[in-house]
């Protein structure tokens, strides 16, 4: 069964400074990625995905996440956090394939001070 | 294009009393998903639907949490009697069918709180 293990429930950064949320995850399958954000009050919103090719993904606003399968990781940055930042963000696994479920993690709340 | 939409957001009841959530997919997703999200926690499964067909059911409460999704479309989620420990959000998703590669597009959640 996959597992997710996000290992910093909460994660204050000052504007402007980089930032890692990191995330591992256990499988004895190969696996799809996801990062999602969750602003205050709302759904969840899908950040970026891996599904294969090349280890790195990207968002269109900045983030960035590398899967490196040696670590079992899958850990999200930026290089330059902004205020509006501000959410928590769920790290996700779902079994490669055409059958399994999302699985999610506890998620990190990313405060970003100005 | 409209994304997943759920009503009511918000929910206030007295315990032992019944509440029910509504969904309303993306157009064309044949994929249905209830998560429960508990304060501070990431979100469960509680069921998929597959069209019609509630494929995944296996994290339902069945003691007093049903759901039900007629005509493949809109799905509704009921719970009763509520309990003080279901105070939780309640997400409704959906994906197209074919893989688990698609992307899963979630609601803005009905947020429930037993008193």
């Known amino acids: 069964a996959q597992s997710v293990t996000q290992l910093d429930s909460q994660v204050p950064v000052f504007e402007e400074a980089p930032v890692e949320l990191r995330c591992n995850y256990s499988s004895s399958v190969s696996v799809y990625l996801f990062w999602y954000v969750q602003y205050p009050n709302q759904g969840l919103q899908l950040l970026l995905k891996y599904l294969s090719g090349s280890t790195l993904v990207e968002s269109i606003n900045g983030f960035e996440a590398e899967f490196n399968k040696s670590q079992t990781s899958f850990h999200l940055r930026k290089p330059s956090v902004h205020i509006s930042d501000t959410a928590e963000y769920f790290c996700?696994?779902?079994?490669?394939?055409?059958?399994?479920?999302?699985?999610f993690g506890k998620g990190t709340k990313l405060s970003v001070k100005p | 294009e409209a994304g997943v939409v759920q009503s009511p957001r918000y929910k206030i009841i007295e315990k032992k009393q019944p509440v029910a959530f509504w969904c309303n997919p993306i157009?064309?997703?044949?994929?249905l998903y209830w998560y429960r999200q508990n304060l501070g926690q990431g979100p469960e499964l509680l069921i998929r639907y597959e069209n019609e067909e509630a494929v995944d059911d296996s994290q339902l409460p069945k003691d007093r949490f049903s759901a039900e999704r007629l005509k493949g479309v809109d799905s509704t989620l009921k719970i009763q009697p509520a309990e003080l420990g279901d105070s939780a959000v309640y997400l409704c998703?959906?994906?197209?069918?074919?893989?688990?590669?698609?992307?899963?597009?979630f609601g803005e959640g009905s947020w429930l709180t037993v008193v």
């Open positions: 996700a696994v779902r079994k490669g394939g055409s059958q399994g479920n999302l699985i």
């Open positions: 998703a959906s994906s197209p069918s074919g893989g688990n590669a698609n992307t899963i597009y």
């Open positions: 157009s064309g997703h044949n994929t």
